[in-house]
C-alpha cells in the first residue's frame, strides 16, 4: 500500500504537528503532504517549511461565516490530496458538514483525559478540580465537540505545586509521544486505543 498522505492542521507554534511530521519517516505508513493553518502568522507554519513540508494558510478572518472559511479550507487542502486530517493545536470549531466530509479521516488532540475537561482551559480545570492525574486524548473528530471516539490516551500525575504552567508542560511531553504513536496505528489500520503511561 502507498504511504498516506496527512495533512497537519495548526493555530499556533506547531510542537505537535513537528513531532507528527518528525515521526513519519522510515517504515511509517504515512507522510506528512502539507501544514495548513487559519492564521497566516502562526509560528508552526515556518517550522514546517524548515522541515521541508509543504505550507498554506487560510485566514478564517476573511470569512463572513464558517462554510465560507471551510470551503476555502477544502480548495486549500484537495491539491495535496491527503487521506488522514491531524488537527493540532487548530483553534477554529469545524462544521458538522467538514467533519462529515472527513468522516472516520479526521483526528484531534486534546489537553485531557476526555470525557474529563472538553473544551478549553482543561489544566486551570483539572487543578481545580483536585484530579491527580491529568493527560490527553486522541480522538476521532465528530460533530460533537471532544465527544468523538477515543483512539489513545497518555497519563501524567498532578503533582503537589503544579501551576497551570507546569501542568501545561508535563501534559504536552506526553501529547508529542501520544499523537506520533495514535497516527502510526491509525495510519496502519488499527484503531484499537493504546494506553500509554
Ligand atoms: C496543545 O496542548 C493541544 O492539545 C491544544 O493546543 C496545544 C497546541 O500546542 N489543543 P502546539 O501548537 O502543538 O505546540
Known amino acids: 500500500m502507498s504511504a498516506r498522505r496527512v495533512a497537519i492542521l495548526i493555530s499556533g507554534g506547531g510542537s505537535n504537528m513537528a513531532a507528527l511530521v518528525r515521526s513519519m519517516t522510515g517504515d511509517h505508513p504515512a507522510r506528512p503532504v502539507v501544514v495548513l493553518s487559519n492564521d497566516p502568522e502562526a509560528g508552526g507554519l515556518a517550522r514546517a517549511r524548515e522541515m521541508g513540508v509543504a505550507t498554506a494558510a487560510v485566514d478564517h478572518r476573511r470569512f463572513g ?3 465560507g472559511f471551510e470551503a476555502a479550507l477544502q480548495d486549500a487542502l484537495a491539491p ?3 487521506d488522514l486530517l491531524c488537527l ?3 483553534m477554529r470549531i469545524l462544521t458538522p458538514g467538514f467533519v462529515t466530509a472527513w468522516k472516520g479521516r479526521l483526528l484531534n488532540i486534546h489537553p485531557s483525559l476526555l470525557p474529563l475537561h472538553p473544551g478549553l482551559h482543561t489544566h486551570a ?3 481545580a478540580a483536585g484530579d491527580v492525574e491529568h493527560g490527553c486524548t486522541v480522538h476521532e473528530v465528530t460533530e460533537r465537540l ?3 471516539p477515543i483512539l489513545g490516551q497518555a497519563r501524567v ?3 503537589p505545586g503544579d501551576t497551570e504552567a507546569s501542568l501545561a508542560a508535563r501534559v504536552l511531553e506526553a501529547e508529542h509521544r501520544l499523537y506520533p504513536t495514535v497516527l502510526r496505528r491509525v495510519a496502519a489500520g488499527d484503531r484499537t486505543p493504546p494506553c500509554l503511561a
Open 65 to 67: 461565516d464558517r462554510a
Open 80 to 82: 495535496h490530496m491527503p
Open 88 to 90: 493540532a493545536g487548530f
Open 125 to 127: 480545570r483539572a487543578l
Open 146 to 148: 471532544d465527544h468523538g
Open 157 to 159: 500525575p498532578v503533582l
